[in-house]
């Protein structure tokens, strides 16, 4: 199984104040998509990631890191 991924896309976007929409303009992926990655009902492709990362001005290791393991689980 794939490791879990803590998303920070949606934390991001809202930082700048961005809608969905407004970020998948930015990014060339459907809002759909950006919809599934904020909720973690999708895994981003690597071109994906990259792209969100571009828009957003951050590295990709910002939006996506694994989830500590050993850590808390994190409940939002």
Known sequence: SE???QNR???YRLERGWSQAELARRSG???TAVSAIEIQRLTPSVSAALALA???ECRVEELFAP???SGPALNW
């Open 3 to 5: 490791p879990t991924l």
């Open 9 to 11: 896309v949606r934390d």
């Open 29 to 31: 992926i459907s809002r």
């Open 54 to 56: 571009a828009a957003l």
């Open 67 to 69: 989830a500590e393991a």
